[in-house]
């Protein structure tokens, strides 16, 4: 079967909404960053996220090209669960709405390589609830930006859940990837 992986970025006082607002780091950025994504979308035939983080995404990666990352990006299969959201202008997307618990179970088991979840929120916590997501990446930025509201806040009214840490990279400019798998 195959595995749903979320990957979100978080700064040590817990937030995670806004990571291109977020002020740059003082340290240069480390080439491996980009591998490790790299190597995650290899292992992933879908990218599914929620509407906010859809609108981000969709707002920067059409644009970019040239290099491999952004061509994987451009051309994977992207889900957005939404129940507003009609049309989409980036390449391969479709909405997912309705029922999104079952549609996300019926995906999971579906054949094909892993599915990747960027952002963590509503549909997180849906994956959770029904013990859908199997691995969670954390990239741990070593910085302190201010959340704004509660929801900004990494896991805000999340599912209890226990994780196994599998590994991790530090990264010469501070961010620390983590990587769990989820306790079964």
């Not at 199997?134 to 704004?148: F, H, K, N, S």
């Amino acid at each position: 079967m195959r595995k749903i992986i979320n990957s979100t970025y978080i700064t040590l006082d817990g937030a995670i909404e806004g990571p291109h607002l977020w002020p740059k780091l003082r340290a240069p950025s480390d080439e491996r960053a980009a591998a490790i994504q790299m190597e995650l979308l290899d292992t992933c035939d879908s990218v599914l996220m929620g509407r906010r983080t859809y609108d981000v995404m969709a707002s920067a990666w059409p644009s970019r090209s040239g290099d491999q990352l952004s061509e994987r990006m451009n051309s994977i299969r992207k889900l957005v669960v939404s129940n507003t959201l009609k049309k989409t202008d980036w390449n391969n997307t479709t909405v997912i709405s309705g029922d999104v618990g079952d549609q996300l179970e019926e995906l999971k088991n579906e054949a094909g390589q892993n599915i990747v979840q960027y952002g963590f929120g509503s549909v997180s916590r849906l994956l959770m609830e029904r013990g859908l997501l199997d691995e969670l990446r954390l990239w741990l930025y070593p910085q302190t930006v201010g959340a704004r509201s509660f929801s900004d806040l990494f896991a805000a009214n999340a599912t209890e859940a226990q994780f196994i840490l599998e590994g991790s990279t530090a990264l010469s400019n501070g961010i620390i990837v983590l990587r769990y798998v989820i306790a079964r």
